[in-house]
């Protein structure tokens, strides 16, 4: 009940996050998982789909109770305390399993409060599961745990500056040594077997791939990482953009024990893609030994880093990690808009998978796989209509094969399959004073998932490009980009903005998915390099990657801009370093160029594939 409270909380994703990961293990640890059917067998229902079916009613119920008392009745909307470690003390033992609170001190002297606990008498020697996190020991820390029942030890960890842990956070740049300090404590007590699991939602799992450009630990035998970048730097900065409402959001509610005011600062001294400052935490996949299994999300904050954690994990591990991708990762309000996703948008199998990868049993052809699933599994987005052909599960154990389809941008504002020969030029003037507002997308602290964009799409300074209906139901699987040939009378620097979307029967426009660039790293390199006036660029804005189905009917519509705030800190046009100190804005005079002598520009491409590719799939 603690966690199904914090599941149906209005606020605070973090503890909404922890709520869904902790029903969905806790379930999986109570019922009997289902292995996947035998060939030409049907998936039966099992007692733990009851288990689910039984906690998302009694949700349900608290939700619909139309009044706060009726809603208590339920007893789901009272706070519900967790039961919390004891005081650490020297020479004192608790009663076993625990838990109990050590200190664990870092090869720089930094104490790491640590708390954890023993699925019986010490005596005994287990297998360990460590969640490390920000948030606390009532956190996603919690994660660890669900892991009790399955006979592990757990291993809750305060990051150092952050709860009870000593110095200060640095955005994952220490956490390679203090996992590496953390584990030699652990295989050093005498209920140690010696075999290490990380396990970690968000925050928690980006420390896990965190460690991923760094030797590999040879204690830890597998990982479960759930909504988590194996590349911070891409995260906090989306096109050299500084992802604001995220990460300044973020560390002003979540991390408790730093500075993050000076630490916020710190960041905007390191805008580069190749600042050094992020060298112990840019990925390098080719050395990982580890098989992980990731749960991502199609409307999440980190799903590209994931993607590419996973494909370079899965190279690197010849094969042996799983992907499993929702509707919404941390967008949990999106639920709604995909109702054939789950309970409450969310299908229990990345629970499953991790807990069987874990035992040992991914691998073992006596064991199974939960739901008889390959290596890829995703649910595939389409319309929140009920006749959408999209709104599915499938699996495989290779990505569909893709072809690259040009919808390009013409003179009349449509979208076609063939280009213009007509040169066309689409200007506008962007003012850092009034951007446009943002209206969902992969966001945390601000309202996220495909919100209907119809409000923001009449400004003059948006450029709208929207395709004939479709004729027949249009798959796409992969990476998004649009290709722009642009150019900027009067500043030295500005951005670019594009964002897809759906344009349903009714004229509605939801949201697939956004990108920005921020011109002055458009060449991704060490320092800034200044755009020149009136010169003209082409130049890709990245729409990150999607799963979807556009219905028959349906039309395809891109929004290009300047400013999407404040997901991304609105650019004045001075060019600038974040850490200088700002001058007044000024208007950008920005052009969009079409068609004629580069027929190849302003263009969306999209990763077309067969629907017979995409085999529906039963998941729990």
Known sequence: EYHLHNCQQPHGPELRMQGIVWLAVVATATATPHRGPTPGSVSPLTDFRTTLTAAAAAHAKARGSGSAAGAAKTGLLRPRPHPRAPPAATGVRTTLPGPHQVEITARDGVNLHTVYTLPGDETVKYATVIDRSPYGDEGTELVSDAFLVFGFAAIEQDFRGCKQSGGKFDLWRYSYNDTVDTIAWIVAQPWSNGVVHIAGASADGISALACASQPPIPEVKSQFVIWATGDPYSSVFVGGAYRYALIHGWLKHYIIGTNTTELEAEVYKHESPLDPWWNAVTPDYTTVTTPTVFWAGWDDIFLNGQLDAFEGFQKATNGKSWLFIDAEGHCQDAHADYPRAGIEGRAALGALLGISLFLGELDDPTKGVPEGVKHITFFVLGSNRSKSVGGFYTTMDEWPAVTPTDFYMHADGVMRLTPDIQS??????????????????????????????????????????????????????GKLTVTLRVSSANVNDTDWTAKLSDVYLDGTSHLIQDGILRMRWRKKTLEPVPIVPNEIETIVVDLWTTAYVFDKGHSIRVAVSSSNSPRFLVNPNTGLPLSAVPTAPVVAHNTLHAGGVDVSAARLTLPVVKLSDLPRHEVI
């Open 424 to 477: 066309t030029q689409h200007s506008f003037d962007y003012d850092p004073a009034h951007p446009v507002p943002t209206l969902g997308g992969s966001n945390l602290e601000i309202p996220c998932g495909p919100k209907i964009q119809n409000t923001i799409e009449n400004r003059s300074d948006v450029l709208l490009f929207t395709s004939e209906p479709l004729l027949a139901a249009l798959p796409v699987v």
